[in-house]
């Protein structure tokens, strides 16, 4: 009882990515019409099927609009979003032109030092390569010639266009089209960047991709898009990573996914999301309306998403599989942290099509604070799915009594041969666990970590080994003050 | 010096007075026995000896090597040598037991300053242990105590004491839910750890443990007090005439 009480006292360790670089800013006025898709689209210097692309898109979530269809199923509050009064473009005026890091502002490389995420060539992270997109814009890409040696295409999405518009135009809403959903229209329409990774048949990416996502300016929404294909036989591990400055307003960030393995292949999507959350008032933090889907066109293709999701002030994400090729393996491993005011609402899709495919989910929530944490999932067995098989696990964890933990699964069969598991179980922390520690001879705060890393563990094993380390100090950091 | 000196201790736990004015001195080398009816206070007190939250120490003192017990967290009265076999041990689910125990015998060696152990060093000297407990390697792989029997949970917490060598060890109803085959194992391994410089007190309800881990002194504990203290044959006589008996003496009078 103690315990919870001095929970609810203690006050949150300040969020360390919070600072803003200052960089002189190209920047759009507040506003969306088709003219600010035109601009965005001029300004990238993009070919005529990108824009009518984004024009079709912009009418269609202009329709949404006016019919108030943004999603309102999801279990989170928040206060209306005024579209019009969001800032859809910003670059640091110093635009390199990607071919020479010499050309990139020093204070946005600066700022990824400063993450931890150094771009300058002595110091880049072994094995590693990494693309920084600095709010709207990709500023830099290492050991892209590197990958290229092998065929590995790995460019910011500006640059895809530019370089492959071929494969651009082949994928580009294969998966999530425009007409997905409310963000997934809006991203089509104002997307300005994000990362392209091309892996050729045959080709095990040599090395960890990943892709560093930065919001710094002030009342800006970051709209980026990710495209992975994987060829016939090709594997590729990819990991995003995302931070913001500490501001009272609230940020919209709706970004896409979109992945393709064909035959054979296989592609691992991580994502350490620690957007700014907000402060321990709710006040501020980042709206993380994310759609992410990846398809398994292929037979015997895999796509397993690993995500920690510890940020945002608002999380709703369900990065999904569309299990198409026969014996294609699906998988999702989730950890969401929601301390304070944080709420998510965050699962996965499964959806047969194939036949003998198989998904897995596991779901690790936890609740700190008054933080509301959800898990909606849905696995859905069409009729030709003969022989697939789901296994769902979703465990809830509750620290303090101030906090809650939600479960929503949907399941549909039309196929009578798939065989369903499905598990799921809420506990609170408990104060015999941390007293057995303490016993032992281990701090509060340790014991506190000790018990959620345990209970995390399925799906941090499921990370590259460099970031699993990571996401468990994050963790730490995120529920740091919320145990006495 | 001696190792514990309980006077005059009164405990509260949700605002129901527990312990009304324990007296109990332990020397380093001593086994103590404190035995009594369920409902006593005997958990209590190796909960209080353990620093347990919420167990209000509202008179007395407990002095720990001269240290008042009271000033300590839980951890640091681990630290500073203080072992209690817990009566259910917790599951900890995802962290395995080797883990878990080279994390806490590194947390008592940084207090002391000395240099934590790596994993090189530390395997050898579990498995040790472990040996001595009849416990397969494997449960060190295991997460803590989860899908463990019962008795398999109890020779686990005396690998533990085995492996953290504490002054003084406090084991609550380690014999509760052993067969007779698991409780030699356990006593064997708990005598193997008797030395003059180390303490224990054993706290059971049954005189069935003392007959394999025989005690210095027997103490009684009967509605928060100690009402009769004595060498072993107290705890035969207990046997014999059962608490009732205890609680009609004088000595237990002022209820």
């Given at each position: 009882m103690t315990t919870i009480n001095q929970i609810q006292d203690l006050t949150d360790k300040e969020y360390k990515w919070g600072f803003v670089t200052p960089v002189e800013e190209d920047r759009l006025p507040k506003g969306l019409s088709e003219d600010t898709v035109r601009v965005i689209s001029a300004k990238k210097n993009e070919p005529e099927f990108m824009l009518e692309w984004r024009l079709k898109a912009y009418r269609y979530w202009a329709t949404l609009e006016a019919d108030q269809a943004e999603p309102k199923w999801a279990n989170v509050k928040y206060p209306a979003i005024?579209?019009?009064?969001?800032?859809?473009y910003s670059a640091p005026k110093k635009k390199p032109n990607l071919t020479s890091l010499d050309e990139v502002d020093p204070e946005v490389l600066r700022t990824y030092e400063k993450l931890g995420i150094p771009l300058l060539e002595q110091q880049r992270l072994a094995g590693v390569a990494v693309d920084a997109v600095f709010d709207s814009v990709s500023v830099a890409t290492t050991f892209k010639d590197k990958l290229s040696e092998v065929g590995v295409i790995f460019c910011s999405f500006s640059e895809a266009v530019q370089n492959h518009p071929d494969l651009v135009k082949k994928y580009?809403?294969?998966?999530?089209?425009?007409?997905?959903n409310f963000f997934a229209a809006l991203n089509a329409a104002v997307f300005s960047d994000g990362s392209f990774v091309y892996v050729p048949k045959g080709v095990r990416c040599p090395m960890e991709l990943s892709t560093y996502f930065r919001i710094n300016a002030a009342e800006t929404g970051q709209f980026e898009r990710t495209l992975i294909v994987a060829e016939e036989g090709a594997s590729v591990s990819y990991l995003e990573g995302c931070t913001a400055p500490i501001r009272d307003e609230n940020q919209l960030h709706a970004a896409v996914v979109e992945l393709v393995a064909l035959d054979n292949a296989s592609i691992k999507y991580s994502t350490v999301q620690n957007w700014y959350p907000g402060d321990k008032d709710g006040k501020g933090g980042i709206y993380n309306f994310v759609t992410k889907r990846g398809k398994c066109l292929g037979k015997n293709s895999r796509i397993s998403w690993t995500q920690v999701e510890t940020g945002s002030a608002i999380t709703w994400k369900y990065p999904s599989c569309i299990l198409q090729g026969d014996n294609s393996v699906g998988e999702f491993y989730s950890v969401a942290l929601t301390n304070n005011r944080q709420q998510a609402d965050t699962g996965t899709k499964m959806i047969h099509i194939g036949k003998n495919t198989s998904s897995t989910i596991v779901s690790k929530g936890i609740s700190a604070g008054f933080g509301q944490n959800t898990y909606r999932g849905m696995v859905k067995i069409l009729k030709g799915a003969t022989g697939a098989r789901n296994y769902t696990q979703c465990d809830s964890l509750l620290i303090g009594d101030k906090c809650g933990a939600h479960t929503f699964p949907y399941i549909e069969v039309k196929n009578p041969t798939s065989r369903m598991e499905h598990e799921a179980s809420t506990s609170k922390i408990g104060e015999d666990q941390i007293f057995y520690l303490q016993q032992r001879g281990i701090s509060k705060e340790e014991a506190v970590s000790m018990i959620i890393n345990g209970f995390c563990k399925q799906v941090f094993r499921e990370l590259p080994m460099e970031f699993a380390v990571e996401a468990q100090k994050l963790l730490s950091i995120s529920l740091e003050g919320s145990v006495g | 010096m001696s190792m514990l000196e309980i006077k005059d201790l009164h405990v509260r736990v949700d605002n129901n007075e527990i312990l009304k004015g324990i007296n109990l001195t332990v020397n380093p080398g001593e086994v103590h026995s404190i035995m009594g009816p369920n409902g006593s206070g005997k958990s209590t007190l190796a909960q209080v000896l353990a620093r347990?939250?919420?167990?209000?120490?509202?008179k007395g003192q407990i002095l720990f090597n001269g240290k008042d017990l009271a000033e300590m967290k839980p951890e640091e009265a681990a630290c500073e040598g203080l072992f209690l076999a817990f009566q259910y041990p917790v599951e900890i689910p995802g962290i395995s037991n080797a883990y878990f125990l080279r994390a806490a015998v590194n947390a008592v060696r940084k207090y002391r300053g000395e240099d934590e152990l790596d994993a090189m060093d530390f395997l050898p000297l579990v498995k040790e242990k472990m040996r001595l407990l009849e416990m397969d390697e494997r449960f060190l792989n295991r997460p803590v105590n989860e899908g463990f029997s019962g008795g398999e949970k109890k020779r686990n917490e005396i690998v533990q004491m085995a492996v953290l060598e504490p002054k003084l060890a406090v084991l609550d109803e380690t014999d509760s839910g052993l067969d007779i085959d698991a409780l030699k194992i356990v006593s064997k391994g708990v005598n193997t750890m008797r030395s003059p410089n180390r303490a224990m007190v054993l706290v059971t309800h049954y005189q069935r443990l003392l007959n394999y881990i025989v005690p210095d002194y027997v103490h009684v504990l009967v509605n928060g007090r100690i009402v009769k203290s004595g060498g072993p044959e107290l705890a035969l006589e207990l046997e014999d005439k059962g608490y009732a008996w205890t609680e009609s003496e004088p000595v237990g009078a002022g209820r």
């Open positions: 005024n579209y019009q009064d969001i800032v859809y580009l809403g294969s998966v999530v089209p425009y007409t997905d | 347990r939250e919420n167990y209000e120490i509202t």
